[in-house]
């Protein structure tokens, strides 16, 4: 793996330790009272989620309004997190690869449009076709590695990239391609690995010449464990109440799908640079941004490396990511030209309830109003059950008189639908048969997700 250049390693060890900037926005809330918002809203999903270091970043119709860092980058070492600390991102890495797809087929060397059989030679494809365009949009069927046991099984090998692939190839196809969307870390890999062919370089040494370079990303790498990073934060967990330091996890397997670690600082750059075409032309980032469709002409709500969707009427292209020990959001508001960056290092952090609620406070936007109604507990046992989302099963459970989804309550809103209590704007509602639930959709944002009951 290529280690941070001298040059990077002394911009960022010469950085300023704290920047906390605020743009003249032309609100009726004073500055003041715009940074003690936001300063609450981070303290108090920090306090609720047991989240010990968090970094956010926002930048407003040209200007930054903040960039700070909350808690505790390593709590072992007791070294303060700040807007220079580097997260792992996940798969916010997502759209970095297909930028990387998107320069490639610029240079004529990669047509979005072939069909990945012509990198994958041997991939057992049963006579299906899968275009590299539906790698980045998640249409291809390929069962994501993540949601197969024998993956956890190996996650702190140094798997090479054919191991990897011998992971998931060998699974059937989960639907036709184009037929479904279902994302799929797997989808990603393989597009790592075009990444590869194409350009003659790896993976890592194409993002840095062609974008971390000539961006003046300095504070964003390809984050393996050797690497001596400035700023790099540790990971964490909360179990049953205590913070731990997460399972390891080999990064030589999140790979193209989610092995990046970047600052809030740097993906603001970034996102500017994307809007500026200083990394790929207007019509490729158009294409980047413009959601896919079916083969049925049905819309999705995903274009490449990005989803597409809204925050009360207003456009909003995001993506977050979750890795062992860290999760990330990054958010643009094209009409409003407002970017927010949260990371933090907890796996089990909602960054993206704090940005869509920082996005309010900035843009001066009402919060959802839920009125809540009281549900026995036997009532609320009609819902109980496993449910299939297509990547795995998740179970829904009753658990001292209240709704329990993957350890987050949820509370009755009437009529079959149910409110996070971390997350205003996450909902679900079950279809019924009878008195039985036989269906659960999870909405967010627009967002839908389906699934049916199993058991």
Known sequence: MKTPTTTRLLASLLAPFCLNLVASLGMAQSRTELLERIDQAAAELMERQQIPGLSLAIEHEGELVVAKGYGWA??????????????????VTKQFTAAALLELSEQGKVSLDHSIERYFPDYPLGGLEVTVKQLLNHTNGIVGYTE????????RLDLSH?????????????????????????????????????????????????FFEPLGLRET???????IVPGRASGYEVVDGQVINDDMLS???????????????????????LVD?????????????????LVNGVPIDYGLGVFVNELNGRRRIEHGGGINGFRAQLSYYPDDRLTIAVLTNTGSAS???????????????????????????????????????GRNAIPVTVEDGSLMILGQKFLPLGNHRFLSDVDIDRTIEFVMEGSRAVEIKLQRLGVEQEGQKID
């Open 351 to 389: 960054p993206e309830v704090l940005e869509t609620r920082l996005a309010r406070i900035v843009l001066g936007l009402r919060e959802p109003f839920h009125e809540i109604v009281d549900l026995s507990a036997s009532q609320l046992e009609a819902y109980a059950g496993q449910y299939d989302l």
């Open 74 to 91: 390593d709590l072992e070492n007791r070294v303060p997190a700040n807007e220079h600390t580097v997260y792992r991102i996940g798969s």
């Open 148 to 155: 197969l046991p024998t993956f956890w099984e190996k996650a």
């Open 277 to 293: 075409n200083a990394v790929i032309t207007s019509t490729s980032y158009r294409q980047m941004t413009t959601p896919g469709r």
């Open 251 to 273: 990064m030589d397997l999140p790979y193209a799908a989610g092995s990046l670690g970047s600052s809030v600082l740097d993906l603001l750059r970034w996102q500017r640079s």
């Open 221 to 227: 790498y390809y984050l393996s464990e050797r690497p």
């Open 162 to 210: 054919e191991e990897m692939v011998d992971l998931f190839s060998a699974e059937p196809f989960a639907f036709e391609p184009g037929e479904r969307f279902q994302y799929s870390n797997s989808g990603y890999f393989l597009a790592g690995m075009i990444v590869e062919t194409a350009s003659g370089m790896t993976y890592e040494d194409f993002l840095e010449e062609q």
